[in-house]
């Protein structure tokens, strides 16, 4: 069963947030679901959503074990972030690199790109499962993926891998609200997309434009921006921000510095998308039936 002690401390007043009756069954319904599931492999990024499905394996008895993967296409910044969560949560964690970089089928950046990604990347969890005596991987898909263009969950079906946060109907807005009630230090951290997903289907994925793109976007956050998207259209670098931030973008001081440190980078022409911030923009060119596989 899960940690009583656990969730009594938390229901006794520790955390000032409180639950909603629909919220807190959810929250209920998702420990029940781990705990049945005698032993967990989670698929662990370090966002908000596996995070908090990392935290409830916690709140059970079940094992479990955590693994994030490395490649060119994740910022290293974002690997960091996950060892250190998993060691403040107290968890066997393991880094693995991974090979799309090698796999022509995904480096051509086709619409079904993620569906390669994550199909190599599940036959290798499957293997560490099975080495740990593991019954059961896990992500951290949520409810309003469902709505997605999310090739990758193919991928996921073929081999078994389940969903739990998605399962038992938890939203991301209420991801975070249960991530912020049990004092997740990433709560209201942005979506972070791999890099590959900034550049148009069709065009090539290599490592120099991941490169590029992860340096320009690094360099937007350390002046303040969260949410950031800067996608890769050969010499052009669209900047995608919240709305709020343009002002931020057009200072004239600041507008220099960006225009300099991009073209630095190889970029030429540097724009602002004036929808502002997106996830998934990428994905406007798709026809309709694509969007609901």
Excluded at 33 to 44: P, R, S, W
Excluded at 199 to 207: R, S, V
Aim: overall charge neutral; charged content about 25%; glycine content about 4%.
């Amino acid at each position: 069963m899960a940690n009583a002690d656990h969730l009594n401390k938390i229901s006794a007043g520790v955390v000032k947030v409180m639950l909603s009756p629909l919220l807190q069954e959810k929250l209920d319904n998702l420990l029940k679901k781990i705990e049945e599931m005698e032993g967990v492999l989670i698929a662990f990024s370090g966002g908000v959503d596996s995070t908090l499905l990392l935290k409830a394996a916690t709140m059970t008895s079940t094992r479990v074990m955590a693994v994030t993967a490395s490649s060119p296409t994740y910022p290293e910044a974002e690997i960091a972030a996950a060892v250190q969560l998993a060691r403040d949560l107290g968890v066997q964690h393991q880094i693995i690199k991974t090979n799309e970089m090698e796999d022509p089928n995904f480096t051509a950046n086709p619409t079904e790109r993620c569906y390669h990604c994550k199909r190599e990347l599940f036959a290798t969890l499957r293997r560490l499962a099975s080495e740990h005596a593991l019954k059961t991987i896990v992500d951290g898909a949520n409810a309003d993926d469902e709505d997605d263009f999310r090739p990758g969950r193919r991928a996921a079906r073929e081999f078994g891998v389940r969903s739990p946060l998605q399962e038992v109907g938890l939203t991301k807005d209420e991801i975070r609200q249960l991530a912020r009630y049990l004092h997740l230090p990433n709560w209201d951290k942005p979506s972070m997309a791999c890099l590959s997903s900034r550049i148009p289907y069709g065009q090539a994925i290599t490592p120099e434009k991941l490169r590029q793109i992860a340096a320009a976007e690094d360099f937007l956050c350390r002046l303040g921006l969260k949410e950031v998207r800067v996608r890769h259209h050969d010499t052009i670098a669209r900047i995608e921000v919240n709305p709020a931030a343009f002002a931020l973008l057009i200072d004239a001081a600041i507008r220099v510095k960006i225009v300099k440190y991009f073209q630095d980078l190889g970029f030429t022409y540097i724009v602002l998308d004036l929808e502002g911030f997106r996830s998934g923009s990428m994905n406007a060119v798709l026809k309709q039936e694509d969007l609901h596989r």
